[in-house]
């Protein structure tokens, strides 16, 4: 329960800053903070986590991760369904206060509500096929930083840094395209307060395309980083 606990609260901590900067913060008049503060704002929620939790759950915070952690030998199947649940609850409760934050202004509009989206609903018009190759290549791409920076013959202490800085240069590259989710937690947390309903109609993609980006990322390191017997 402890862990499922870590991992309820540091989900909530990654989608209330980084969500939470891009609703509140991004597009502030003159002082907007951009996607540059956007995706250091998911950057820091992880590294900060990672050295308040990680030593409690491993600090995943994100159903991708878990299952590419599994994937790659360092997760037991069996607690998959309670990380997952803790993550996507942690997520949720973070969209909720994000909500009542953000709706305390007199002129809110929800809009997207920091969702993912691809096509009419992508920052920058990107079409499905774009959204889908993203998200998988991205979400690849962080497992093999979080599995390598985590090997015990990386450096010691320092594996926070690597990954958050992944995920912040993750960020920097894909906005545009999705938002950026590579964590379905993430995704489902917003698009249920964004209007329309096209967030919810679209969130499919990312769920699918974080998993399989996870497993190929993880067994793309089991590949290249499995010593010789």
């Known amino acids: 329960m402890k862990q499922l ?3 309820f ?10 969500c939470g900067s891009a609703v509140l913060a991004a597009g502030f008049p003159e002082l907007g903070i951009g996607f540059v503060g956007v995706s250091l704002a998911f950057g820091l929620t992880v590294l900060t986590m990672a050295y308040a939790i990680g030593h409690i759950s491993g600090c995943h915070l994100n159903p991708a991760v878990s299952i590419g952690l599994w994937a ?3 997760f037991e199947a069996a607690k998959l369904p309670g990380y997952i649940i803790a993550q996507v609850l942690g997520a949720l409760a973070a969209g909720s206060v994000l909500y009542l934050i953000a709706s305390g202004k007199a002129d ?23 959204a889908l190759i993203c998200e998988v ?13 985590t090997d015990k013959r990386a450096p010691a202490g320092f594996a926070p840094i690597a990954i958050g800085l992944c995920l912040t240069l993750i960020h920097l590259i894909s906005i545009p395209v999705t938002n950026t989710s590579v964590n379905p937690a993430r995704s489902t947390g917003v698009a249920v307060f964004a209007d329309g309903g096209w967030a919810l109609s679209q969130l499919w993609l990312f769920w699918a395309a974080p998993i399989v980006g996870a497993v190929i990322g993880a067994a793309i390191y089991r590949f290249i980083a499995e010593e010789k017997k």
């Open 5 to 7: 606990g870590a991992e």
């Open 9 to 18: 609260f540091g989900t909530f901590w990654l989608v209330l800053g980084g």
């Open 72 to 74: 790659g030998g360092r």
């Open 108 to 130: 809110f509009i929800a809009g997207g509500f920091a969702s993912n989206g691809f096509g009419e609903h992508s920052p920058g018009g990107y079409s499905m096929t774009s």
């Open 137 to 149: 290549v991205m979400t690849a791409m962080f497992l093999i930083v979080i599995l390598g920076a």
